[in-house]
């Protein structure tokens, strides 16, 4: 039988992962983290930096990072993330939603789908009564429909309104958001995705995307020019010496995108030629490369929307 343990950040009954070094936990909300007990664990204080730390791990899972290593370092700049916009938390909703019910015709729950604590968790919701507030927030957007009320609450269906909005949000609706991250993906680079890429973006008001994150059905190729269709801009890392980084620089460049250039210092004697007269932003530590990103793409690009100093 698996050992459980409440969850470190939410409190829910997990899956108790042992290891002399890095305990961790398989949560039904948070997902998957662990730490390491020589450093120690920071106390999560509030609801508010529960919600910001399971939203946070649970979009790093999505994003490759299985599991999440927590340091108090990093757990205390997430809980200090602003939580998304009604709005844009609505729309997560929708997203989910759409994903698990993507027949007009299939009929849920409403509160059987406030109740999931996955869903909580990706929505940035405290609990189920703030997770059916979405909801009724898409429903009086017509993106659902309510088929039955009773007692033991709402049954109803997506719209194809509902799903169409799912598929633009999907498709363009992060757009003006979404920053493509092109690197390696290797377990020695994850240090610089959970520590650099991703807090560096979303500093700057960006929402990191690796291709690694999303399923798809079909060619890889396809799917990385989709979704850098889909971004603002691309940030290219050459630490390793990726062919893959160079094809998709070459073809944002090609669609008119900015791109960032990287690389860990140690590696610039590697670059190719073509590219060695680029300002590429040299990195040598994960914390280092999130400040420099912030910089250069507030300098190049703008702030985002989801800037935390965002007026």
């Known amino acids: ?33 662990d730490y390491d007990r020589s450093v120690g664990w920071r106390k999560i204080t509030s609801p508010d930096e529960m919600v910001r730390l399971s939203g946070w791990v649970r979009e ?17 700049r997430v809980t200090r993330m602003r939580i998304p916009a009604l709005r844009e938390r609505a729309n997560r909703a929708l997203g989910a939603i759409a994903k698990k019910f993507p027949d007009v015709r299939t009929r849920f729950r409403f509160e059987e789908v406030a109740t999931g604590l996955e869903f909580q968790a990706r929505t940035y919701s405290r609990d189920a009564d703030e997770a059916i507030q979405l909801t009724a927030i898409l429903s009086d957007d017509e993106y659902l429909r309510t088929a039955f009320v009773s007692t033991s609450g709402t049954d109803g269906s997506l719209t194809p309104k509902g799903l169409l909005a799912a598929d633009d949000l999907d498709r363009a609706g992060s757009g003006s958001a979404q920053g493509f991250v092109a690197m390696r993906f290797d377990r020695s680079l994850m240090d610089a995705w959970t520590n650099g890429f991703d807090p560096g973006l979303r500093a700057a008001g960006f929402r990191p995307f690796r291709i690694d994150n999303k399923d798809y059905v079909g060619g890889i190729t396809d799917e990385i020019m989709a979704e850098i269709r889909r971004s603002r801009f691309v940030v290219a890392d050459y630490t390793g010496q990726v062919n893959g980084v160079y094809f998709e620089a070459g073809f944002a460049l090609g669609l008119g ?46 702030v985002g929307p989801d800037a935390p100093d965002r007026e």
Not at 1 to 30: H, K, L, W
Not at 60 to 76: K, M, Y
Request: glycine share 8%; hydrophobic share 35%.
């Open 60 to 76: 790093q899972n999505a994003a490759g990072a299985r599991p999440v290593r927590l340091t108090p370092e990093i757990s205390r």
């Open 257 to 302: 995108l900015t791109v960032i250039p990287t690389c860990r210092a140690d590696e610039v004697p590697k670059l190719h030629f073509d590219i060695k007269h680029l300002n590429t932003l040299l990195w040598n530590t994960p914390p280092g490369l999130a400040e420099g990103l912030n910089r250069r793409i507030r300098a190049v690009i703008g």
């Open 1 to 33: 039988m698996t050992d459980q343990a409440p969850c470190e950040i939410c409190g829910n009954q997990a899956e108790y992962v042992a290891s002399d070094y890095f305990p961790g936990r398989r949560c039904p909300r948070c997902g998957e983290f």
